[in-house]
């Protein structure tokens, strides 16, 4: 009877260790999901900003010439309860009809503990114009020199920039508008 009751209380401990790492594991998941989705809605509500604040600049009747803007976007403000949070931001311009210009940025936020990452990702759109500004991009880390024209009037050719969320608190993420 004691090895009967053995068996018994070993395999309804096994049952309850494995149903606890089943939850832990899903409890641990979903909140990284969630707090990658979080910072993802404020990763790309900021650089929409962000633009339409370069932008708002550019389109000033005093401003001349070609400035750079460095953007601020939401780094260490970030409470991540002991996960590790990276981003990376992809900016590419694509032409659709009737001579418009688009500006989009792929925006691609990961999110870890321990062995256990997720990712989320969103495409946004951040400018466009049938009469664009040259917007240069500067310190890509996608191409040899580090500088890439995203758009300008005339501009066939369909160059990216990638940024990490390392440059991006640093301050190397700077575009150069030009009228």
Known sequence: MNVLAFIITTIALLGLAVFYVWYLNTYISTNLLNTAGYTLSLVSSALTHEFQNAISVASMDNVVGTFNYTLMLPTSAIPV??????????????????????????ITVTMAMGSLSRS???????????????ITAYNCVNVNNGTVILISPGLNSMRDCTWTSAQIQMGDAIISITK
Request: net charge positive; charged share 5%.
């Open 120 to 134: 989320v990702m969103n495409k946004v759109l951040i400018y466009s114009s049938t009469q664009p500004y040259t």
């Open 81 to 106: 309860q002991g996960m590790a949070l990276t981003y990376i931001i992809t900016l590419y311009s694509k032409n659709s009809g009737n001579n418009l210009a688009l500006l989009y940025a792929n």
